[in-house]
């Protein structure tokens, strides 16, 4: 599985953005999936995740209720739609492919693979 990310951009605190993640090689629709973000010096925090049909979702308390993680399995595609964001949401974020059930460990799936990153700027 290949990803990569789109979206990112520099945004006002208060302002909202929307993430993109497209999918390429094996089945898409297999696996859980989910949203990394990391600031320089630290390690790379869980954001959101969700089940490979879309029906479950799991938010880290910083993004609950401001951030929406969903899928279209048919585009291959991975969302993360960020609202009232602050400039402590900025950093680089990810994707990366589960297994094929949640819970998604907080460090990461070994075997799974990562998009390049897209940078996430919130001004304040």
């Known amino acids: 599985l290949q990803l990569q990310e789109f979206g990112g951009g520099q945004v006002q605190a208060g302002g909202n953005l929307k993430l993109s993640c497209v999918a390429t090689g094996v089945t898409f629709s297999n696996y859980a999936m989910a949203w990394f973000r990391q600031v320089p010096g630290s390690e790379r925090e869980l954001v959101a995740a969700i089940s490979w049909g879309g029906k479950t979702t799991s938010y880290a308390p910083s993004a609950e209720g401001r951030f929406t993680i969903s899928r279209d399995n048919n585009r291959k595609t991975l969302y993360l739609e960020m609202n009232n964001l602050n400039p402590e949401d900025s950093a680089v974020y990810y994707c990366?492919?589960?297994?094929?059930?949640?819970?998604?460990?907080?460090?990461?799936?070994?075997?799974?693979?990562w998009g390049q990153g897209t940078q996430v700027t919130v001004s304040s």
């Open positions: 990366h492919q589960g297994t094929a059930t949640l819970p998604f460990p907080e460090r990461g799936n070994a075997m799974g693979a």
